[in-house]
Every structure is written in C-alpha cells, then in structure tokens.
C-alpha cells in the first residue's frame, strides 16, 4: 500500500469519525473540542481498524453467512465502542446511541471508502471490456 492511499484511508476514518460523533444524538466530547480531538479520534480509530478489526473479523467470521453478513454491524458497533473506550474523549449516554454509531459508521466508511477508490472494483475493467466486446460481435 502506497502512501497516498493510507492517507485517503486517515482521512476518511477522520471525517467518519467526525461526522458519527458530532450526528448522533447520545454521544457527546468534552466542551473544550478541537479539531484535534477529532484527528486524534480518527488515528485511534484507524489503529483499531489495522490492528483489531482483523481479530474481530476472524472470530466472527463463522456467523458471516448465517447472519447475511449483519455481524459486521457488531464489528463496527464493537470498534466504536473500543475507540471511545481507548480515547476517553467520547460519552455514550445509552447504548441505542451505540448501535446507531455503529451503523452509521459502518455507512458512511463503507460509501467513503468507495467514493474515494480505497475498494476494488467489483469488475476489473479488463473483463467488462471483454464481455461487451462478445455482445458485439
């Protein structure tokens, strides 16, 4: 991995984060917030991503099928619940804020993620090429 791409990849965990924290009723940071705080938030975060979600994905990955793939919604309702552990600086006031930062975390980095080309494509352009040649002859 290139250093552009890793830091796209802080960039988008810092803006998810940013946006999750500051959109979801229940979670709050101390009064005295920065802007720093919320880069601080998105490399913690990116360090769980790296370092734990691996882990999390690996244990969970048995009930992958049978659950059509909603556990990864744990995953990440489990990452967020480390990163506010680790960092001190978030309050979750119940746990319905917890699952609602864990689903629109989920959202938001699955679509950022897409949008800022952090994904491959689901078809390489080879092989779209080749099939719409086939159509044509």
């Known amino acids: 991995m290139n250093w552009r791409a890793v830091l ?3 960039v988008v ?10 959109l979801v009723p229940g979670l709050t940071l101390p ?3 920065s802007w720093l705080d919320l880069v601080y938030l998105g490399l913690l975060y990116a360090l769980i991503n790296v370092f734990v979600r691996p882990l999390f994905n690996l244990l969970l990955m048995p009930l992958l ?5 909603l556990v990864m919604l744990l995953v990440y309702i489990l990452e967020f619940a480390l990163l506010a552990g680790f960092s001190g600086l978030i309050d979750i006031a119940n746990p319905l804020a917890l699952v609602l930062a864990g689903l629109l975390l989920a959202i938001l980095t ?10 491959p494509p ?5 092989d779209l090429t080749d099939s719409v040649r086939r159509v044509d002859r």
């Open 122 to 126: 689901v078809v390489p352009d080879e």
């Open 8 to 10: 796209v990849r802080f």
């Open 13 to 22: 965990d810092t803006v998810v984060v940013a946006i999750v924290v500051l």
């Open 31 to 33: 009064a005295g917030e």
């Open 110 to 119: 699955w679509s950022l993620e897409g949008l800022m080309g952090l994904k």
């Open 65 to 69: 099928v049978p659950t059509y793939g």
